[in-house]
């Protein structure tokens, strides 16, 4: 018999709790006992641990949010905390740990693993910008809150004859810009991938119009950035122990901007933590619940230092290194056929 631990870490996302529930009920066919590691990695130095049994994650599939709590804890960050880990491991009788997490959590988890402590990735977060998966599970239920909020700004901004910036998430990459811009009809979409010229954009809106529109909706990731800024649009310059600022206002410079610019009565709407919290899509949950038992499988097997991945139609395993090693950016295919509707 094994004892599984399970922690989730980062920020959070729709479908945490399905994956949870389905390493819980897939490890119990096997009739091994699971663990939940309170708030990510926090949980492993502190000690911190729940009981899970079926018992414990019914009702949870529909759930945002994760039960068992999470944080921006970098283990590894204090030799002093590397040593608690491996000390809580070896106390609760921990044989495997399902790492549930977006590139830090997992980097963290590669780390873990070349210590000799077998651990399996789940890949989770909103921004899609892990490599080696097509997709992490709560990028759906982000890209479809993003899209019905656009859809709802048309319609406000097409009455007052308004440009409406939206602004969304996507640290590093524009995935949530890019495919909700598309799925609502954005009149433009800036990502951290491409670098804008602020000129071009509103010769762009101008077409428009030119062309006889009254309104535009402008979507903007919190990562992008004008060609000749030399950094990005912050909240507050105070580090996480990943190293990462929070980002954000990007939004506010652009939409000041084009108001200057083109005369025209510019909105700005920060769509923010919305985007991560509630219930997750029925793609999400499927996903989610495909990715929980696939990590158990994994365990099975003795497949270590792996991360389930979607490829195509398929679950499978892809190297932790492989996921973490350089973010997935946005396929430029895709942006160039969001493009072909901007100023039109
Ligand atoms: O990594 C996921 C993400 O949602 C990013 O898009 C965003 O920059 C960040 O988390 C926000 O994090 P926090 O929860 O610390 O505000």
Same mark, same amino acid.
């Given at each position: 018999?094994?004892?599984?631990? *399970?922690?989730?870490?980062?920020?959070?996302?729709?479908?945490?709790?399905?994956?949870?529930?389905?390493?819980?009920? !897939?490890?119990?066919?096997?009739?091994?006992?699971?663990?939940?590691?309170?708030?990510?990695?926090?949980?492993?130095?502190?000690?911190?641990?729940?009981?899970?049994?079926?018992?414990? #994650?019914?009702?949870?599939? =529909?759930?945002?949010?994760?039960?068992?709590?999470?944080?921006?804890?970098?283990?590894?960050?204090?030799?002093?905390?590397?040593?608690?880990?491996?000390?809580?491991?070896?106390?609760?009788?921990?044989?495997?740990?399902?790492?549930?997490?977006? @590139?830090?959590?997992?980097?963290?988890?590669?780390?873990?693993?070349?210590?000799?402590?077998?651990? *399996?990735? #789940? =890949?989770?977060?909103?921004?899609?910008?892990?490599?080696?998966?097509?997709?992490?599970?709560?990028?759906?239920?982000?890209?479809?809150?993003?899209?019905?909020?656009?859809?709802?700004?048309?319609?406000?901004?097409?009455?007052?004859?308004?440009?409406?910036?939206?602004?969304?998430? &996507?640290?590093?990459?524009?995935?949530?810009?890019?495919?909700? &811009?598309?799925?609502?009809?954005?009149?433009?979409?800036?990502? =951290? @991938?491409?670098?804008?010229?602020?000129?071009?954009?509103?010769?762009?809106?101008?077409?428009?119009?030119?062309?006889?529109?009254?309104?535009?909706? *402008? #979507?903007?990731?919190?990562?992008?950035? =004008?060609?000749?800024?030399?950094?990005?649009?912050?909240?507050?310059?105070?580090?996480?122990?990943?190293?990462?600022?929070?980002?954000?206002?990007?939004?506010?410079?652009?939409?000041?901007?084009?108001?200057?610019?083109?005369?025209?009565?510019?909105?700005?709407?920060?769509?923010?933590?919305?985007?991560?919290?509630?219930?997750?899509?029925?793609?999400?949950?499927?996903?989610?619940?495909?990715?929980?038992?696939?990590?158990?499988?994994?365990?099975? @097997? &003795?497949?270590?230092?792996?991360?389930?991945?979607?490829?195509?139609? !398929?679950?499978?395993? #892809?190297?932790?290194?492989?996921?973490?090693?350089?973010? !997935?950016?946005?396929?430029?295919?895709?942006?160039?056929?969001?493009?072909?509707?901007?100023?039109?």
């Amino acid at each position: 018999m094994k004892k599984i631990g *399970v922690l989730t870490g980062g920020g959070d996302c729709p479908g945490l709790n399905a994956v949870i529930r389905a390493v819980v009920k !897939k490890s119990n066919k096997y009739r091994w006992a699971t663990i939940g590691i309170k708030n990510g990695w926090k949980g492993l130095i502190d000690g911190d641990t729940t009981p899970l049994s079926n018992h414990h #994650v019914s009702g949870i599939l =529909p759930k945002g949010g994760t039960i068992l709590g999470t944080s921006r804890t970098n283990p590894l960050k204090e030799k002093e905390d590397g040593k608690k880990l491996t000390e809580n491991i070896n106390k609760f009788g921990i044989d495997a740990i399902v790492v549930i997490g977006g @590139e830090d959590t997992l980097g963290a988890a590669l780390k873990v693993h070349k210590m000799g402590i077998p651990v *399996v990735g #789940v =890949p989770k977060t909103i921004d899609n910008d892990l490599s080696g998966t097509d997709f992490t599970f709560g990028f759906d239920t982000a890209i479809s809150i993003v899209t019905e909020a656009i859809d709802r700004l048309h319609t406000t901004a097409e009455s007052h004859h308004r440009i409406i910036v939206v602004e969304v998430m &996507g640290r590093h990459t524009g995935w949530i810009a890019t495919m909700a &811009g598309m799925a609502g009809g954005a009149d433009e979409i800036l990502i =951290p @991938e491409k670098p804008f010229d602020i000129n071009v954009i509103c010769k762009k809106l101008k077409e428009r119009y030119d062309n006889g529109k009254t309104f535009s909706i *402008v #979507v903007v990731s919190e990562g992008a950035k =004008p060609r000749d800024m030399n950094k990005l649009a912050t909240l507050t310059e105070q580090k996480d122990e990943f190293g990462h600022v929070r980002l954000g206002g990007i939004g506010n410079i652009i939409a000041k901007e084009i108001e200057k610019r083109m005369g025209v009565e510019t909105r700005v709407t920060i769509l923010g933590h919305v985007q991560r919290g509630g219930t997750p899509t029925a793609y999400d949950r499927i996903l989610a619940t495909r990715f929980g038992v696939a990590a158990v499988e994994l365990i099975k @097997e &003795g497949n270590y230092g792996k991360m389930v991945a979607l490829q195509g139609n !398929k679950i499978v395993p #892809v190297e932790l290194e492989t996921a973490v090693s350089k973010l !997935k950016t946005v396929d430029m295919k895709l942006y160039e056929i969001a493009e072909i509707f901007f100023g039109k």
